[in-house]
């Protein structure tokens, strides 16, 4: 189980990543929710890929499970001080 500074940290992350995307340009190369991107999503569903609807359709609650899932134990996030687990995690 995540520690609690996880809630905190997501909330934040959500702020920055904000809603629907679909940029090329960016890093994730196009559709981006909550800064979830299209192949992350994919995978995370056990697919090749996903549609840019059905990124879109991507709620929340899949996103938290998402970066609890990959991304927070990725970054040590249960083993670094509150702050830089925070920082470590949002660079990730």
Known sequence: MARETLPVALEL???DEG???NVK???GGGPTKYGVTHRTLAAHRGGKSVT???VKGM???EAVDIYQRLFWPQCGGDLLPPGLDYAVFDFG
């Open 19 to 21: 809603g629907y995307s």
């Open 13 to 15: 992350v959500f702020g």
């Open 59 to 61: 709620s929340r609650e």
């Open 25 to 27: 340009e960016d890093r």
């Open 52 to 54: 840019a609807d059905q």
